[in-house]
């Protein structure tokens, strides 16, 4: 049943997206947006002379501060999606309904064209000579008769040609008529086919099958729309004795939280500081968000099942990431709930804290996921599962073509990064590859507040104030007035104090996505290979 999986969630990623594009937050960022844009447009169109010069800079001034309230609500739109996890599936109802997929056995009545019409039958009295009059009486019959008789071979000779004519006419109606017929049937079987399918589904559902009870739970977590750089990613198995669901859900790596807090311009420096989000406020954010998505999933299973055919929830949370101590790649386990049916029915999620209910369902959270601290699961997947109704499904990857920065080729990710910059209004140069990734030498155009610019970029380990570093001492080295640093890895909170005061701007792997999205329409995703562990 993959197709009827691609085609709800196709359906709830549009709910999803109509019902964020109103949000109040999103509303507000796109007005400060367009602000920000015109406050550039008007600089860029001041005159360069001296008696403007004063005007000029207020408008200088004016667009930098209004970039910067533009950061500060992409910073607050990106918290108020992340705040609202829980809540936001909340008004959803996760239930499916399987006989939507089901498809009408209504074919298209037969159309016979142009050979439903017979051509007009030859009659003798249009070919029939006029009798004779005047002097042609005077004559006699005898022209007369030569006139019939030639007359009388032409009407035979029409009307031979008419009868073939529709001869041929009825046996091409006949054939088409066999082929519609043939078509006709071919059709019908194929939507009766497809419909016994989605019967056979659904009863399968009902009647607990388990292999079709792990499908149809893996349709309802693959129409939970997230925000794009989770990676959805998840593992189920189903115990019919039991009654029981095993989840193991992979969780969003902690650079989902931002972590500027705020972006401030100074217009003595001319200087965009990004202030640095506490690690305590991070690590709250995502042990919540850990928590919401937890009981966002069991939520959505809970709902979703109408036939009550699961009594016991079991979900392990784990995490795919590189560990910043060592360079490896982990998967520790970061939250661990095992809860049955009733009880976690009976809570009303809509004015719980995340945290607390967890805890009050006697769940275990790691106090420090940012940290990669592991917790020892309530459920060991591989040795409680039933290998023969597990089954693996990474949603992104299945049905998203959506290209991964992480995998692309070399050349395809510097013409990316150059394609977006040169959107945006730089002028790039030719790409120089290095151990650390790659660099270019850029121009920005704009009168004044162009000049130089230095651009590195990195998919491998977060940038840290080394880096951070580097791109300054390159900036001063080439003469340029800016640098921009792109780390898809992410980017440490060392790296925003290392620039404090500098022209440089740093852009994670989140917000390359979403620049690339806005100005170059490219929806592309951040998926770690080395993550994705395949059922042999």
């Given at each position: 049943m993959g197709i009827?999986?691609?085609?709800?969630?196709?359906?709830?990623?549009?709910?999803?997206?109509?019902?964020?594009?109103?949000?109040?937050?999103?509303?507000?960022?796109?007005?400060?947006?367009?602000?920000?844009?015109?406050?550039?447009?008007?600089?860029?169109?001041?005159?360069?002379?001296?008696?403007r010069e004063r005007e000029q800079r207020r408008l200088y001034n004016e667009a930098r501060t209004a970039g910067a309230a533009a950061a500060n609500a992409e910073v607050r739109a990106r918290l108020a999606d992340l705040d609202a996890l829980l809540l936001s599936t909340l008004d959803v109802d996760d239930h499916i309904d399987l006989q939507i997929f089901k498809k009408p056995v209504t074919v298209p009545p037969f159309d016979p064209g142009p050979l439903a019409t017979a051509a007009p039958e030859p009659v003798w009295d249009r070919y029939l000579p006029p009798q004779p009059r005047g002097v042609g009486k005077i004559l006699g019959d005898r022209l007369y008769q030569q006139q019939t008789a030639g007359a009388r071979r032409n009407y035979e000779q029409a009307r031979a040609r008419w009868s073939e004519g529709e001869e041929r006419r009825r046996r091409q109606l006949a054939a088409r008529r066999r082929a519609y017929e043939e078509s006709r049937r071919k059709y019908e079987a194929k939507l009766v086919a497809y419909n016994a399918e989605v019967d056979r589904f659904a009863a399968a559902v009902a009647s607990a099958d388990p292999a079709s009870v792990v499908?149809?739970?893996?349709?309802?977590?693959?129409?939970?729309?997230?925000?794009?750089?989770?990676?959805?990613?998840?593992?189920?198995?189903?115990?019919?004795?039991?009654?029981?669901?095993?989840?193991?859900?992979?969780?969003?790596?902690?650079?989902?939280?931002?972590?500027?807090?705020?972006?401030?311009?100074?217009?003595?420096?001319?200087?965009?500081?990004?202030?640095p989000r506490d690690q305590s406020e991070i690590r709250r954010r995502y042990v919540e968000i850990i928590a919401q998505v937890t009981l966002r999933t069991v939520h959505e299973i809970v709902e979703a099942d109408r036939g009550a055919l699961v009594g016991q929830i079991s979900f392990n949370g784990i995490v795919d990431t590189i560990d910043r101590r060592t360079g490896r790649f982990v998967r520790p386990c970061l939250v661990s709930l095992k809860t049955d049916r009733e009880t976690f029915a009976a809570i009303k999620l809509r004015r719980v804290d995340p945290v607390a209910c967890l805890t009050h369902l006697q769940g275990v959270l790691s106090p420090t996921p940012d940290e990669l601290s592991a917790v020892q699961p309530m459920v060991d997947f591989d040795r409680d599962a039933d290998r023969d109704f597990t089954e693996e499904f990474n949603v992104?990857?299945?049905?998203?073509?959506?290209?991964?920065?992480?995998?692309?080729?070399?050349?395809?990710?510097?013409?990316?990064?150059?394609?977006?910059?040169?959107?945006?209004?730089?002028?790039?140069?030719?790409?120089?590859?290095?151990?650390?990734?790659?660099?270019?030498?850029?121009?920005?155009?704009?009168?004044?507040?162009?000049?130089?610019?230095?651009?590195y970029a990195t998919r491998g380990v977060p940038a840290g104030a080394a880096a951070a570093h580097s791109l300054a001492?390159?900036?001063?080295?080439?003469?340029?007035?800016?640098?921009?640093?792109?780390?898809?890895?992410?980017?440490?909170?060392?790296?925003?104090?290392?620039?404090?005061?500098?022209?440089?701007?740093?852009?994670?792997?989140?917000?390359?996505?979403?620049?690339?999205?806005?100005?170059?329409?490219?929806?592309?995703?951040?998926?770690?290979?080395e993550h994705v562990v395949r059922v042999s």
């Open positions: 009827i999986r691609d085609m709800q969630r196709v359906h709830a990623t549009q709910a999803a997206d109509a019902q964020r594009a109103n949000t109040a937050a999103a509303q507000q960022r796109d007005l400060i947006r367009r602000n920000a844009d015109l406050a550039i447009a008007a600089a860029q169109q001041a005159a360069s002379d001296a008696e499908e149809y739970f893996a349709m309802v977590l693959g129409n939970s729309v997230y925000p794009d750089d989770f990676p959805q990613h998840f593992r189920l198995a189903y115990l019919p004795k039991q009654r029981h669901l095993l989840i193991e859900y992979h969780l969003p790596p902690v650079e989902v939280v931002p972590v500027v807090k705020e972006y401030r311009y100074d217009r003595v420096r001319d200087d965009l500081a990004a202030i992104l990857a299945e049905i998203d073509e959506r290209p991964n920065l992480v995998t692309m080729g070399a050349d395809a990710w510097e013409l990316t990064l150059a394609d977006l910059f040169g959107v945006m209004g730089l002028q790039m140069g030719r790409p120089v590859r290095t151990a650390q990734g790659a660099r270019w030498h850029a121009t920005d155009p704009r009168p004044v507040f162009g000049g130089p610019v230095v651009v001492g390159a900036v001063v080295a080439a003469g340029a007035t800016k640098g921009i640093l792109v780390a898809l890895g992410g980017i440490d909170a060392e790296a925003y104090e290392a620039v404090a005061g500098r022209p440089l701007e740093l852009i994670d792997g989140p917000a390359l996505v979403t620049l690339l999205a806005k100005y170059s329409g490219v929806k592309a995703r951040i998926e770690h290979p």
